[in-house]
């Protein structure tokens, strides 16, 4: 069903008034009670029209037009008239055929020029209606969502103040914000697909609310509900429960059976101290809150404002700081076991001293893709990684190499690899001079995609290191399908190897695993003499951790490096 045609089922249709066709009959100078009594239609001329199926009621009203009695009669007439001409137009009949159409009316009269002013006030009948039927579409399409035909955002506000208006003192308004995701099992969706899904889930969410609940679309797979009369606070929790039961079951779309998830962000507040604007404010703020924390059903406190307000603060100071520059790389060396010697650096994100403010380096990189400014930060982190691999191969003679963290999500970038090596070129650097870190933990799930864009990185000479080796559920598959070249242990199992003799036997069953496929095995968190001891008895290779060295800006690290050898 297209916009107009589903607005033509929704919403009034286009009346004109007894008063403004005698006003328009006598401003053609017609004589309306002539009009009404001696208007027919020229059958021969109708005959000789060609009929195509949009135009076929128009045709067939008009064989069986006859004189009326009474204005009423013919105010009735015309306006049936009207509704099947703007029928005609949404069917897609052309103008010039509804105006021949129309031209085949005439008036028994011995006066020739009232048939012409009679085919004057028709059209002008037919523009006018006409213009008013767009306006409506025009209105609908703003107001209404193309999917679901649902109210959409902009008219939710409006619709509380409405409710508030009418809610007695002392009862209870609310409103429900949801985000409706996606199991990680289900394709993408054409579009076709997508508007189907948002379809059934207004569908869903139709037959499991009130029925003097108003549901809003908001965006894909996005709605507001709003709840007026609730009663008491007591329904929010029972209206929430049945959602998320109703949502258990699978969803069937196009031959594809899908599961979505509901998240619900909650605020409700009692007459007279609800303000539309406020109450919406906080339900969409409440949801955003439960994805963060990936809590299905979450209620509006103040306490949750406070906290709100303050990540709001957080991040907004992030984005500051990483607009202005404000982000730097710390090095911790990489020291290599069999003769002491710095064989490279990781390179760890911090907060510039005069940002003056302090943050943990993940939370940094969460808050810049969640802004979705990840790809910048990758484009610098790269570009920065390659500078100071520069300063050290040209300007101190130094052949180390720099371990560069990507993030989960660069693996699905196509253009990293031309990424690395446009960058790598600029500043005549080479692959080798880099090591690519992938994090066990934060690896979105491989696909075609990911095992494309890693075997690409490969090809290009560039190193590929698994970070935090043991901690997730998939280390071996991992290492099994990907092109890993480094394994790094993570410091969780190393830093105790010295007191609990768990660690030491896994550390040590890593290390033997890593060497029999030939892969070069990394040690995080040597923090004392014992631990690198224990730590030479396997076949480990490298080693990082605070025996070495801390983290350390760039010329501390070079100063570090000169210094030893």
């Not at 009203?61 to 009326?68: A, G, H, I, R, Y």
């Not at 031209?103 to 085919?119: D, L, Y």
């Amino acid at each position: 069903m297209n916009t107009a045609s589903s607005f033509a089922a929704k919403n009034k249709v286009i009346e004109i008034s007894e008063a403004l066709i005698l006003s328009k009959l006598t401003n053609y100078q017609l004589k309306p009670y002539r009009v009404i009594s001696k208007l027919t239609v020229n059958a021969v001329k109708l005959s000789g029209l060609e009929e195509s199926p949009t135009i076929s009621k128009l045709h067939a009203k008009l064989k069986t037009w006859q004189p009326s009695k009474t204005v009423s009669a013919f105010t009735q007439n015309i306006n049936q008239l009207i509704f099947i001409w703007l029928d005609a137009l949404q069917q897609g009949t052309s103008l010039p055929d509804v105006i021949n159409t129309l031209r085949c009316f005439e008036i028994k009269s011995f006066a020739i020029s009232s048939t012409a002013k009679f085919h004057c006030f028709i059209l002008d009948l037919l523009a006018e209606t006409s213009l008013q039927q767009q306006d409506l579409v025009l209105n609908h399409l703003l107001n209404y969502d193309a999917d679901t035909q649902l109210p959409n955002a902009n008219q939710i506000l409006s619709n509380i103040e409405k409710a508030i208006s009418i809610t007695q003192i002392n009862q209870y308004v609310g409103i429900f914000s949801l985000q409706l995701q996606l199991s990680k099992n289900n394709p993408i969706f054409s579009i076709s697909a997508t508007a189907s899904l948002n379809r059934t889930i207004a569908e869903l969410l139709q037959t499991n609310m009130p029925s003097d609940s108003q549901i809003h679309a908001n965006g894909n797979l996005q709605f507001d509900i709003l709840l007026p009369n609730l009663g008491s606070d007591i329904k929010v929790n029972l209206l929430a429960a049945k959602l998320q039961r109703a949502f258990e079951q699978m969803l069937n779309v196009e031959s594809q059976s899908i599961l979505v998830t509901p998240y619900i962000g909650c605020a409700y507040a009692l007459k007279p101290d609800i303000h539309a604007e406020d109450l919406l404010a906080n339900a969409r703020l409440t949801l955003e809150s439960a994805l963060n924390t990936q809590q299905p059903f979450l209620v509006y406190s103040d306490a949750l404002k406070i906290q709100l307000s303050t990540q709001n603060e957080l991040e907004n100071k992030v984005l500051e700081t990483f607009s202005n520059d404000g982000l730097t790389l710390f090095l911790q060396p990489v020291v290599n076991l069999k003769d002491s010697k710095c064989a490279g650096a990781e390179l760890l994100l911090r907060v510039a001293e005069q940002s003056k403010f302090s943050i943990y380096p993940g939370l940094i990189v969460e808050i810049l893709n969640k802004a979705g400014r990840g790809q910048l930060f990758t484009r610098w982190l790269i570009n920065s990684a390659c500078r100071f691999a520069a300063e050290l191969k040209y300007q101190h003679q130094l052949k180390l190499y720099l371990t560069v963290n990507l993030r989960a999500e660069d693996l699905y970038d196509f253009e990293l690899p031309h990424m690395l090596l446009q960058a790598a070129a600029l500043w005549k650097i080479s692959p080798n001079d880099l090591v690519l870190e992938v994090t066990e933990n934060g690896m979105l799930e491989l696909n075609e995609t990911s095992n494309s864009v890693i075997k690409e990185l490969a090809k290009n000479g560039f190193k590929l290191a698994l970070d935090d080796f043991g901690t997730g559920f998939s280390s071996l598959s991992r290492l099994r399908n990907m092109p890993i070249d480094i394994i790094k242990i993570d410091q969780s199992f190393v830093r105790d190897i010295t007191h609990s003799n768990n660690d030491y036997e896994i550390v040590k069953s890593i290390a033997a695993l890593a060497n029999s496929l030939g892969k070069e095995v990394i040690a995080e968190g040597v923090e004392d003499q014992k631990c690198l001891d224990l730590i030479h008895k396997m076949k480990i290779h490298k080693c990082q951790g605070y025996y070495f060295a801390k983290p350390m800006p760039f010329d501390e690290f070079v100063a570090w490096e000169k210094k030893r050898r």
